[in-house]
């Protein structure tokens, strides 16, 4: 198989990202490396995300320009897999005629298989039901970076009214603290210095285990080599004070929250079925802000969603301005087939949603815009993680508190932790210089 190349085409959440290393690894191992060139690869690889129409519509679109590459004469294998190959394996070969092999998330490990199955009988191969599992043993993600995802939970139980997550992912399980702890070792000894601890609702990890959250993170503390811990997502019902006290304790987790909030109108909040109301929210980011000094709070934020009215909205913008966000990622409502909210009266209309959407963007950009200003002339430690991505010259690195900084120096830095003077702000970045 030596000689093989792979392209891969990543969609989605952070969860995504992860399964992404994943099947690189498996990949890896059975010889092949990876190109960013379609036209030259032997497998292209869609790793699907079913949590937004527009995704899905995404991947549809680029299946069909990938399609054109096996009229030219190539004769990639196209692999599809993620939480569309789950959600839509009964009508993916018939809207998709260029797909040779559909995966679930549970199966990634069968890829290498499906492939030579494919290759050897020209018969397309479908494998994308759940496994049957209730335990997750994890695996080495072959990850060589200075920071690294590891999985500590996967599935959800929390039946939010728009989301899609419990049908394509299942059930909340945890992985166990071992399995968790030997993958964190392992990456420490390729060098990476900064973990962070994934799952969809990743608080409230460990239920009827022998360790919950706040516990793990203690654990994952004492791994030699690891300098930083972050994780994601939080939910805001299970961020409790034993987790609050652990970050305000620690001096290796990263005084950083990503917690969607969703919807500012407690109307709404209910509708979604998300388990808090706007104040209680409010409460813990207070008390968060109290407990951990210069922590910072994302969220992703929904507008648009059905019986929305101008008032609701006028509240989300509300608790964006009493939260003031170091980041959001901000949705239309995308009603997503086999959820509760499809089914909800009171469609807000597209143009409606996107007016919402800009105004709500525009309110964040000048809350950031004044939060990223005050940083100017402060001292950041930040954690060198490799070259500066986007066309910029230099390396770029996180703070502490998740803002990335592109600042200047070469691969000599990369794995440093060093201490950087913020300089200017680039959007919704920071630039910086190494302080002498
Ligand atoms: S917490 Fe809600 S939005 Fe998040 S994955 Fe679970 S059901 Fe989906």
């Not at 190959?85 to 559909?102: C, N, Q």
């Not at 034993?242 to 001096?251: E, I, N, R």
């Not at 001292?379 to 508190?401: F, H, I, N, S, W």
């Amino acid at each position: 198989m030596s000689g093989l190349k792979f392209h891969l085409v990543p969609f989605g959440c952070q969860m995504n990202i992860y399964d992404s290393q994943k099947m690189e690894a498996i990949l890896a191992k059975s010889g092949y490396r990876r190109t960013g060139c379609p036209e030259e690869a032997d497998l292209i690889l869609l790793n699907t995300c079913s949590i937004r129409e527009k995704a899905e519509n995404k991947v549809f679109s680029m299946l069909g320009r990938l399609g054109e590459l096996k009229k030219n004469g190539a004769e990639p294998v196209i692999a599809l897999g993620g939480c569309m190959a789950t959600l839509r394996k009964d009508e993916i070969f018939r809207r998709a005629p260029m797909v040779d092999v559909v995966f679930g998330p549970d199966n990634m490990e069968n890829l290498p298989r499906l492939i030579e199955e494919f290759t050897a009988t020209g018969a397309r191969r479908i494998d994308a039901e759940f496994a049957d599992h209730t335990v997750w043993d994890g695996m080495d993600a072959g990850q060589t970076a200075v920071c690294a995802h590891v999985g500590i939970a996967k599935g959800c139980d929390n039946h939010c009214s728009y989301c899609i997550v419990p049908r394509t992912r299942g059930p909340e399980i945890s992985r166990p603290p071992e399995s968790i702890l030997a993958e964190a070792r392992l990456l420490a000894e390729k060098g990476c210095a900064e973990v962070t601890l994934i799952g969809q609702n990743v608080n409230s990890y460990g239920k009827g285990g022998s360790a919950d959250f706040p516990a793990l993170l203690k654990m994952v503390e004492k791994v030699p080599g690891i300098r930083r811990i972050r994780f994601m997502t939080s939910h805001p019902k299970d961020l409790g004070e034993p987790l609050v006290q652990t970050m305000a304790d620690s001096k290796k987790i990263c005084p950083a929250v990503h917690m969607p909030v969703q919807a500012g109108s407690n109307r709404v909040l209910s509708a979604m079925n998300r388990g808090y109301t706007a104040e209680e929210y409010l409460e813990k980011v207070a008390r968060l802000r109290k407990a951990v000094p210069g922590v910072s709070v994302s969220s992703d934020l929904m507008v648009g969603f059905p019986g929305e009215t101008e008032e609701d909205f006028q509240e989300t913008l509300n608790v964006m301005k009493t939260a003031l966000f170091d980041g959001i990622f901000l949705f239309n409502h995308s009603p997503r087939p086999g959820t509760k909210s499809a089914d909800l009266p009171g469609l807000v209309t597209r143009e409606v949603s996107q007016s919402r959407f800009y105004r709500a963007n525009a309110l964040h950009k000048a809350i950031m815009a004044e939060k990223l200003s005050s940083m100017v002339g402060t001292e950041q430690e930040v954690l060198c993680e490799g070259p500066a991505v986007g066309g910029g010259d230099g390396v770029q690195g996180r703070t502490r508190g998740n803002h990335l900084v592109f600042f200047d120096g070469g691969p000599e830095l990369v794995g440093q932790t060093l201490k950087i003077t913020i300089t200017r702000v680039l959007g919704y970045n920071l630039g910086g210089k190494t302080t002498v």
